[in-house]
């Protein structure tokens, strides 16, 4: 995409010139295909069509090639109105497609110099502020497109797609309502009434405007990949893909589609496919960020982590302030166990943007696993104050309370996680373990039995099931269901272990130090099973065992404290 237009003043475009008005009287789809299709249209004409055409189907790269084409052809000849006209279409297809933002800002003023009359002047203006992030600027530069001519649906349509951006949705349906009252079968207010519709959480009624959109032109690249998108963000990969592939069939040129067809590549597993996509827009957008950093994303995802971070520095180099990008390169930082710099990557994207609750509940993560319970605790309780409605943020608080043994504030955490994910099994279990953590056994009790039914085949729900058992002095019960995790886990240590402990607890001695001496085969430098083994010796007198015990274990861990302990608490009774 070469296209640099040298800007004009209307005094210096003199000479012959072209003497029409087609250029404003095509202000459709269906009025460019009927210039083409007229014999009598010129050459100039035809051209201008064929662009509109390519325009107004979302083709913007094809039609910028086609209006750079009418420049260098007719520069000369070209009317200073018409020139206007040319001027604002090529400001509108830059800020459509996200491209040098700033020329086409400068394009656009230049055409109002040029025709200040010119709403379609005025609407490219709007466009070009809206992408700059001036979104009151671009509204008043709508506004004026609509006091220069009411019945400019394109401006009321662009208009509506500002207001959602401040979100003020009510008002950006008004205003796309009074773009389809003016012209019912406009298929671009269809499509950004949808995406608002969307944003506010009327899915349904989104993909039936969409679809709508699709019937009115099936051509329009722009429909199928705004569908595209929110199928995406509704996690429905597959028709996603789907959707963006027939946008690129449209529209080759558009780089957004590959882009957006990498991403829900990326999203739907098939990463290595992404790539390609990436690198096909990049070969033609080597500084675009965004895509740089869906890159980075990708390679995430590959768990080829130094290659992600080398491409969200790229992206860091070219906009710093990119937040999506430190997001990543925190994400890839952290899977390379470099906690500190992670830390420092998140806290740069949470300057940036503050109120985005995932990259919060990441910092938390982070936080939890270097063992700051208490930051990570204030992280996640950001991150659920931003998205009250996210169940894993609200399950990884109430384990770090747990971890902090605040087990009454954990229970009503898990009360919230079972209420927004009611078959959630973790939750179910781990409220169980905060009510026996409580000494109400008997209430964990019903919960481990609702886990079970949801997974009947999880030892550790049959583990925590025996241990309350015990507590309540039903140790055949206890027994019963320990029986059941060694069945369904006979090499699990861990399993052994616990049930050792539950003959332990129901005095059957024997028993529990064959269950721990299964333990200790399955895994020799198993301390606690060597510790328990110990304890259970010395609960039978037999203390000179236990003291050989707990010395075999520290010629296997000869770093264990607690083995350490034990041997030397043995000693000093066994002395007195």
Same mark, same amino acid.
């Given at each position: 995409?070469?296209?640099?237009?040298?800007?004009?003043?209307?005094?210096?475009?003199?000479?012959?010139?072209?003497?029409?008005?087609?250029?404003?009287?095509?202000?459709?789809?269906?009025?460019?295909?009927?210039?083409?299709?007229?014999?009598?249209?010129?050459?100039?004409?035809?051209?201008?069509?064929?662009? $509109?055409?390519?325009?107004?189907?979302?083709?913007?790269?094809?039609?910028?090639?086609?209006?750079?084409?009418?420049?260098? %052809?007719?520069?000369?000849?070209?009317?200073?109105?018409?020139?206007?006209?040319?001027?604002?279409?090529?400001?509108?297809?830059?800020?459509?497609?996200?491209?040098?933002?700033?020329?086409?800002?400068?394009?656009?003023?230049?055409?109002?110099?040029?025709?200040?009359?010119?709403?379609?002047?005025?609407?490219?203006?709007? $466009?070009?502020?809206?992408?700059?992030?001036?979104?009151?600027?671009?509204?008043?530069?709508?506004?004026?497109?609509?006091?220069?001519?009411?019945?400019?649906?394109?401006?009321?349509?662009?208009?509506?797609?500002?207001?959602?951006?401040?979100?003020?949705?009510?008002?950006?349906?008004?205003?796309?309502?009074?773009?389809?009252?003016?012209?019912?079968?406009?298929?671009?207010?269809?499509?950004?009434?949808?995406?608002?519709?969307?944003? $506010?959480?009327?899915?349904?009624?989104?993909?039936?405007?969409?679809?709508?959109?699709?019937?009115?032109?099936?051509?329009?690249?722009?429909?199928?990949?705004?569908?595209?998108? @929110?199928?995406?963000?509704?996690?429905?990969?597959?028709?996603?893909?789907?959707?963006? %592939?027939?946008?690129?069939?449209?529209?080759?040129?558009?780089?957004?589609?590959?882009?957006?067809?990498?991403?829900?590549?990326?999203?739907?597993?098939?990463?290595?496919?992404?790539?390609?996509?990436?690198?096909?827009?990049?070969?033609?957008?080597?500084?675009?960020?965004?895509?740089?950093?869906?890159?980075?994303?990708?390679?995430?995802?590959?768990?080829?982590?130094?290659?992600?971070?080398?491409?969200?520095?790229?992206?860091?180099?070219?906009?710093?302030?990119?937040?999506?990008?430190?997001?990543?390169?925190?994400? @890839?930082?952290?899977?390379?166990?470099?906690?500190?710099?992670?830390?420092?990557?998140?806290?740069?994207?949470?300057?940036?943007?503050?109120?985005?609750?995932?990259?919060?509940?990441?910092?938390?993560?982070?936080? %939890?696993?270097?063992?700051?319970?208490?930051?990570?605790?204030?992280?996640?309780?950001?991150?659920?104050?931003?998205?009250?409605?996210?169940?894993?943020?609200?399950?990884?608080?109430?384990?770090?309370?747990?971890?902090?043994?605040?087990?009454?504030?954990?229970?009503?955490?898990?009360? %919230?996680?079972?209420?927004?994910?009611?078959?959630?099994?973790?939750?179910?279990?781990?409220?169980?373990?905060?009510?026996?953590?409580?000494?109400?056994?008997?209430?964990?009790?019903?919960?481990?039995?609702?886990?079970?039914?949801?997974?009947?085949?999880?030892?550790?729900?049959?583990?925590?099931?025996?241990?309350?058992?015990?507590?309540?002095?039903?140790?055949?019960?206890?027994?019963?269901?320990?029986?059941?995790?060694?069945?369904?886990?006979?090499?699990?240590?861990?399993?052994?272990?616990?049930?050792?402990?539950?003959?332990?607890?129901?005095?059957?001695?024997?028993?529990?130090?064959?269950?721990?001496?299964?333990?200790?085969?399955?895994?020799?430098?198993?301390?606690?099973?060597?510790?328990?083994?110990?304890?259970?010796?010395?609960?039978?007198?037999?203390?000179?065992?236990?003291?050989?015990?707990?010395?075999?274990?520290?010629?296997?861990?000869?770093?264990?404290?607690?083995?350490?302990?034990?041997?030397?608490?043995?000693?000093?009774?066994?002395?007195?």
């Amino acid at each position: 995409m070469g296209l640099m237009p040298v800007l004009v003043s209307a005094q210096d475009n003199q000479g012959s010139q072209i003497e029409t008005s087609v250029i404003s009287q095509v202000s459709n789809l269906e009025e460019a295909r009927q210039v083409l299709r007229d014999t009598r249209a010129t050459a100039f004409e035809k051209d201008w069509a064929r662009a $509109m055409v390519y325009r107004y189907s979302g083709n913007y790269g094809q039609a910028l090639d086609r209006f750079e084409h009418l420049l260098k %052809t007719y520069s000369s000849q070209i009317k200073s109105a018409d020139l206007s006209y040319i001027y604002a279409e090529i400001a509108y297809s830059l800020s459509a497609l996200d491209f040098d933002i700033q020329q086409a800002l400068k394009l656009a003023d230049n055409a109002i110099t040029l025709n200040p009359q010119s709403d379609r002047a005025w609407v490219a203006k709007g $466009m070009a502020l809206n992408s700059l992030r001036l979104y009151k600027e671009a509204i008043e530069a709508y506004d004026k497109a609509i006091a220069l001519n009411p019945n400019a649906v394109e401006a009321y349509v662009k208009k509506g797609a500002t207001l959602a951006n401040l979100d003020r949705y009510r008002e950006a349906i008004e205003s796309y309502d009074k773009a389809l009252e003016i012209k019912p079968d406009y298929y671009q207010a269809v499509i950004e009434k949808g995406n608002t519709l969307f944003t $506010m959480g009327e899915l349904d009624e989104a993909m039936a405007h969409y679809d709508r959109a699709i019937r009115l032109n099936p051509d329009y690249a722009e429909a199928w990949s705004e569908k595209g998108i @929110a199928l995406r963000k509704m996690r429905k990969f597959p028709e996603a893909i789907a959707a963006f %592939t027939k946008a690129i069939e449209l529209d080759q040129e558009n780089m957004a589609y590959w882009n957006h067809k990498g991403v829900a590549l990326d999203r739907a597993g098939r990463s290595r496919e992404s790539l390609s996509y990436f690198d096909k827009v990049l070969e033609k957008q080597p500084n675009n960020v965004e895509v740089l950093t869906n890159k980075g994303n990708a390679l995430n995802s590959l768990k080829r982590f130094d290659d992600a971070i080398a491409a969200y520095n790229r992206a860091l180099e070219l906009r710093p302030d990119y937040m999506a990008a430190w997001h990543g390169k925190g994400t @890839a930082l952290f899977n390379l166990k470099k906690n500190d710099e992670a830390l420092a990557a998140y806290a740069k994207a949470i300057e940036l943007r503050p109120n985005n609750a995932d990259i919060w509940y990441n910092q938390a993560i982070i936080l %939890t696993a270097m063992g700051r319970q208490e930051e990570a605790l204030a992280s996640y309780e950001r991150s659920i104050l931003l998205a009250p409605d996210n169940p894993d943020a609200w399950y990884n608080k109430c384990i770090v309370l747990g971890d902090l043994g605040r087990d009454s504030e954990a229970l009503e955490c898990y009360n %919230t996680v079972i209420q927004l994910r009611p078959n959630n099994a973790d939750a179910l279990i781990n409220k169980g373990v905060s009510l026996a953590n409580l000494g109400k056994h008997e209430e964990a009790l019903a919960y481990y039995d609702k886990a079970l039914v949801l997974r009947p085949r999880d030892t550790d729900i049959w583990i925590n099931r025996g241990i309350s058992l015990n507590n309540l002095g039903r140790h055949a019960e206890a027994k019963a269901a320990y029986d059941k995790a060694v069945e369904l886990k006979p090499n699990d240590p861990d399993v052994w272990n616990s049930k050792g402990i539950s003959l332990l607890n129901a005095r059957r001695y024997k028993d529990a130090i064959a269950a721990f001496d299964k333990a200790i085969e399955l895994r020799p430098r198993f301390i606690d099973g060597w510790i328990n083994k110990g304890i259970t010796l010395e609960t039978m007198g037999r203390n000179k065992q236990a003291l050989e015990n707990y010395q075999e274990g520290l010629r296997m861990n000869p770093r264990s404290a607690a083995l350490r302990d034990r041997e030397k608490a043995l000693k000093e009774k066994m002395a007195k």
